[in-house]
């Protein structure tokens, strides 16, 4: 049991453009950044998205961020086959003095 | 560019001690700037932060865990390191070290990560 919820899986059609919620409580989304990270199969994980809605170097601009409240939002628009991964969300919770992940999201991209 | 490096072995028994060692280069685990911890992944399944601990020493561990785990760091060799004590089949996983900065600890950079799996 994950401390932040994420969907399952989600899908699109490439080039369409989709999102993926993250939702928490006041003690890690609600009071601390949000992170987003993508996983393809095989690789560690890769970080998409800090801070609720900045962008490393070298992540394209079709990802995006926000975050109201207790929840986030991870956005792609312009999908692509090479987006098919794993989609995880995750913070501080300043209650458990710990980082915590959502249960993570498998995009697919029909 | 920084590069973490987890090495230990890779089948540990039940009950025993987990102990994995992660090799910075290209940077400094002595800087004051960043955070290095653990974070696994069992087979086919989420990402489950394990811990974390600042150049000074200050440790940051999950409360699921916290009773089992200890991170430490070797600035001198530029290392950090995990032990998870008394483990069973539900610790096998990949494990990751990472970098860690800023106020939420959002990771920067990941090892490759170690499979390690526990057998009876």
């Known amino acids: 049991q994950s401390v932040l919820t994420q969907p399952p899986s989600v899908s699109a059609a490439p080039g369409q453009k989709l999102t993926i919620s993250c939702s928490g409580s006041s003690s890690n989304i609600g009071n601390n950044y949000v992170s987003w990270y993508q996983q393809l199969p095989g690789t560690a994980p890769k970080l998409l998205i800090y801070?609720?809605?900045k962008r490393p170097s070298g992540i394209p601009d079709r990802f995006s961020g926000s975050k109201s409240g207790t929840s986030a939002t991870l956005g792609i628009t312009g999908l692509q086959t090479g987006d098919e991964a794993d989609y995880y969300c995750g913070t501080w919770d300043s209650s458990l003095s710990a980082g915590v992940f959502g249960g993570g999201t498998k995009l697919t991209v029909l | 560019q920084l590069q973490l490096q987890e090495s230990g072995p890779g089948l540990v028994k039940a009950s025993e001690t987990l102990s994995l060692t992660c090799t910075v280069s290209g940077g400094s685990t002595s800087s004051s700037s960043y955070f290095w911890g653990w974070i696994r992944q069992p087979p086919g399944k989420g990402l489950e932060w394990i811990g974390s601990i600042y150049y000074s020493g200050s440790t940051y561990y999950n409360p699921s865990l916290k009773s089992r785990v200890t991170v430490s760091v070797d600035t001198s060799k530029n290392q950090f390191s995990l032990k998870l004590s008394s483990v069973t089949a539900a610790d096998t996983a990949v494990y990751y070290c990472?970098?860690?900065?800023?106020?939420?600890?959002?990771?920067?950079?990941w090892g490759q990560g170690t499979l390690v799996t526990v057998s009876s």
């Open positions: 990472a970098r860690l900065f800023g106020v939420s600890r959002p990771i920067d950079y």
């Open positions: 801070e609720n809605n």
